[in-house]
């Protein structure tokens, strides 16, 4: 897995009154076929993705979706 993936933009997800910095990224090589650990379908080359601290990468709006059900 690549972990040099190019940012497109940084994005704030709230968890219990916590700030979680995050970072949209474009899908490339290391991230691609990788399942969403929400939807647990594939990442594809070419989509965006959020990239959490723990290196962890969703659809956006999926972990978007999780985020706002458990807060």
């Not at 940012?7 to 219990?16: C, E, I, K, Q, W």
Request: hydrophobic share 40%.
């Amino acid at each position: 897995m690549s972990t040099n993936a190019q940012p497109m933009a940084m994005d704030n997800l709230y968890l219990s009154r916590k700030v979680l910095y995050t970072r949209v990224i474009k899908v490339e090589e290391g991230y691609a076929k990788q399942p969403c650990a929400v939807c647990f379908e594939e990442l594809l080359i070419g989509g965006k993705a959020i990239l959490l601290p723990c290196s962890h990468v969703y659809h956006c709006g999926c972990i978007r979706k999780w985020f706002k059900m458990i807060n």
